[in-house]
C-alpha cells in the first residue's frame, strides 16, 4: 500500500467498509451494504467521465475556459505534423520564452522552460515522440500558486505553494539553506558538487521554477484573505461550469496581480501536503472521509 491507500484503508476500518486492493495495488475495491465502488489511483468515482477528461488535458481545459472567458494560461496545442514555421512565429511573440508540456499528466513531469529555437523544437520533438499531442505556452512571471481541493460546490482545503528559492548567508551551502526550506523532499536528493556551493550573503538561487511539491516547492496555508477570497471565487466559477464534484483546481498569481487558471486535476493526490503541513494527515482524512462518504450515498 502507498501512503495514501493506507490512509484509505484507515478510514474504511473506521466505516466499516471493507477496503481491498487488485490489479497489482492499482485499483481499491470498496464494500458496503451490498454497494459497490472503485478508485482507480487517484482517481475517485464522482466526476462524469467527460468532466474529468477535459479537467486532466491541458489544453481542452484552456480552449473550453477560453470559450466562456475564464482567466487562464494560455495553451497552444501541436500534433506530429505541426507547421514549424508557425510555432517560430508563436514563439517570437514571447522571445521563445516558452514552455512546452505534455497535455495529459501530472506533477510537473514532462515539462520543460526553453528560452531559444534549438531547445525549443528539441523538447517538442522529444515529448511528440511519447504524446498524441503537447501544448506549447508562454513563461509566466508567478509570484505563488494556489491550489483549492473542491467537494460538492466546497473548498475543502485551500494552500499555496512557494517556489524553492534560496538566499544566501555566506556561510551555509546551497543544499543546507535548501534543507532547510523543505527538509522532507530535499533530504532524498543526494547533493551535488553544484548544490555543496556555500551561497554568497543575499544571493538568490532558484532550484526549480515549478511549483509543484513533488519538485521540492512547498505549501503553505495563510493567504491574504482578500486575494484567498478572488482565488476561492475563480476557482468555484471553474468547478461549476465543469460540473464536477470532487477536483483540485491550481490558479496562479503573477508578479504583476493577475490571477489566471493553471490546470484542473480529477484526480486528487495529497501524500506531499501530508508530509510537508504539520496536521497535513488530519486535513487529509477530512477530505477523504467526506469522499467515501459520498460515493457510498
Known sequence: MNSLQKLLYDICQNKNINFELVSKNWIAVLQKDNKVRYIAGYKFPLNNHASALVCDDKYALYDVLKKFNIPVAEHHILFN??????????????????????????????????????????????????????????????????????????????????????????????????????????????????????LNKDEIYEYNWQFNLSKGSRPFLEVNN????????????????????FVSIDIIELVSGELLVLEANSGVMMENFIELIPNGKEIATSLYSKVIDEMFK
Open 226 to 245: 482578500t486575494l484567498k477570497s478572488n482565488i476561492e471565487k475563480l476557482a468555484l466559477e471553474v468547478f461549476k461550469l465543469l460540473n464536477l464534484k
Open 81 to 198: 505534423n505541426y507547421n514549424k514555421e508557425e510555432v517560430i512565429s508563436y514563439a517570437k511573440k514571447y522571445n521563445f520564452n516558452i514552455v512546452v508540456k505534455s497535455n495529459i499528466g501530472t506533477c510537473g513531469n514532462n515539462m520543460y522552460h526553453t528560452l531559444n529555437e534549438k531547445d525549443l523544437f528539441k523538447h517538442i520533438d522529444e515529448l511528440l515522440l511519447k504524446n498524441y499531442s503537447i501544448s506549447i505556452s508562454p513563461y509566466y512571471e508567478i509570484k505563488n500558486e494556489y491550489r483549492s481541493i473542491i467537494l460538492n460546490d466546497k473548498i475543502e482545503v485551500f494552500y499555496g505553494k512557494e517556489k524553492p528559492i534560496v538566499i544566501g548567508d555566506g556561510k551555509k551551502t546551497i543544499y543546507e539553506l535548501l534543507l532547510e526550506f523543505n527538509n522532507y523532499y530535499f533530504s532524498k536528493i543526494k547533493p551535488s558538487p553544484k548544490l555543496n556551493r556555500v
